[in-house]
């Protein structure tokens, strides 16, 4: 509770009171000033603080103070909003370099992996084609061929060439390739404006690349519908990939 000085008899009273116990004026909280300069209350008709001597202040003081804060307040404001924007920009910006630099990983990624399967997937079908029709060659005759004679089945000259130990590390990388692919892949699933069209593009990329590697990693179906369908998605991925290009730098 603070003190105030009653502007009829001039003795200290509660800040609080609504009259004055001493000389029975009574007077309304509404017109208590409080000094600037010793924090002290008192009535407003009164000139300057009776306990110091600081000056009323006056309407166009208070009003000028409220401006000037209000001034300082909006620059304040304007100042914070500037900076929220320009972090804003700036975060956006990372962002997007951080997009473009995955996506730029992930093409590339995707046409070292597709090289190795088409490799690897043009020798499947060599020794396939070989063990069926008899045919002799240099690469396949060490899968095809026992004891200077060909295997009785296609079967066992493709389990000769996946047991070959070379091949499967071939294999293991291709499968490496396809893993390092499909988690690049998962941070690219919400692209920024600017790289929507771009990811629509990866995106068939990266479908016929899985398609190709998937194929090689687990042959399927007889010579010609493996054939078929690994020249298919060998020159869709390839396509793919030249489409990509235009959204590289």
């Known amino acids: 509770m603070g003190l105030v000085y009653c502007p009829k008899c001039g003795e200290e009273i509660s800040d609080k009171a609504i009259s004055c116990p001493h000389c029975n004026s009574a007077f309304s909280k509404q017109n208590i000033v409080k000094c600037e300069e010793c924090g002290m209350e008192y009535e407003s008709n009164l000139s300057a603080c009776p306990k110091c001597g600081c000056p009323k202040p006056s309407f166009s003081e208070k009003t000028q ?9 909006s620059i304040i404001s304007v100042a914070l909003i500037a900076v ?11 962002k997007g370099s951080e997009y473009y630099s995955n996506m730029e990983t992930v ?24 063990a069926i029709y008899g045919e002799r060659d ?43 692919v499909t988690d690049l892949m998962k941070r690219l699933r919400n692209p920024p404006t600017q790289y929507a069209e771009a990811y629509s593009v990866l995106k068939n990329y990266y479908e016929n690349y899985l398609q ?29 990939y030249e489409k990509m290009k235009l959204y590289l730098d």
């Not at 929220?84 to 990372?94: D, E, P, R, V, Y």
């Not at 998937?214 to 991925?237: A, C, H, M, R, W």
């Open 107 to 130: 093409s590339f990624t995707m046409l070292d992996g597709a090289a190795k399967a088409e490799t690897a997937g043009n020798l499947i079908k060599s020794v396939w084609y070989n």
């Open 212 to 240: 190709m590697t998937k194929l090689v990693i687990n042959p399927t179906g007889s010579l010609q519908t493996f054939s078929e369908d690994f020249n298919t998605y060998d020159t869709d991925t390839v396509n793919a």
């Open 65 to 73: 103070k409220s401006k000037h804060k209000g001034i300082i307040i």
């Open 138 to 180: 240099a690469e396949t005759d060490k899968y095809t061929m026992k004891n200077g004679k060909f295997v009785d089945d296609f079967n066992d000259a493709l389990s000769n060439l996946f047991a070959d130990e070379n091949f499967m590390n071939s294999i293991s990388e291709i499968e490496l390739n396809q893993s390092n």
């Open 84 to 94: 929220f924007i320009l972090g804003f920009s700036i975060t956006q910006k990372a």
